[in-house]
């Protein structure tokens, strides 16, 4: 398996990592800070499943040969990126949550991609050994 221009992705999954451990020691401190309301709220957490999406869709792009659809990916990841974290700012009822489904549904995709592209390769690997 070759992987093509992997820099984009790589930069995007570094960032998105940072963030999410930014998002987890901010969580930390506020249980240290409130620990009467820890138990008592019911806290959604995406942080952490937003990170394996973007890292499995970042791992796609890279495996993906320079095209339309890399480029696709590519918009994706960005739109996932700034949409999630920048959904603040835009007025639309639970739009983070439409980023983070978004974001879900690509990254199985992705993930179910990524294991056929593996099959492949090894099943071309084994097949080229038995006719030698």
């Known amino acids: 398996m070759k992987i093509y221009k992997p820099v984009f992705s790589i930069i995007i999954i570094l960032i998105q990592l940072i963030l999410s451990l930014k998002d987890y020691y901010g969580l930390q401190e506020w249980r240290k800070a409130n620990p009467e309301l820890d138990g008592l709220i019911n806290l959604v957490i995406h942080y952490d499943t937003l990170f394996l999406f973007v890292l499995s869709i970042g791992i796609f792009?890279?495996?993906?040969?320079?095209?339309?659809?890399?480029?696709?990916?590519?918009?994706?990841?960005?739109?996932?990126?700034?949409?999630?974290?920048?959904?603040?700012?835009?007025?639309?009822?639970?739009?983070?949550?439409?980023?983070?489904?978004?974001?879900?549904?690509?990254?199985?995709?992705?993930?179910?991609?990524?294991?056929?592209?593996?099959s492949k390769y090894i099943i071309e690997k084994i097949t080229s050994r038995k006719l030698k």
């Open 61 to 118: 792009e890279m495996l993906t040969k320079p095209s339309l659809n890399k480029r696709l990916i590519r918009i994706f990841l960005v739109i996932i990126f700034f949409g999630y974290h920048f959904s603040g700012l835009i007025p639309i009822k639970d739009f983070k949550y439409g980023i983070y489904n978004t974001a879900w549904f690509l990254g199985f995709s992705a993930f179910v991609l990524i294991l056929a592209k593996i």
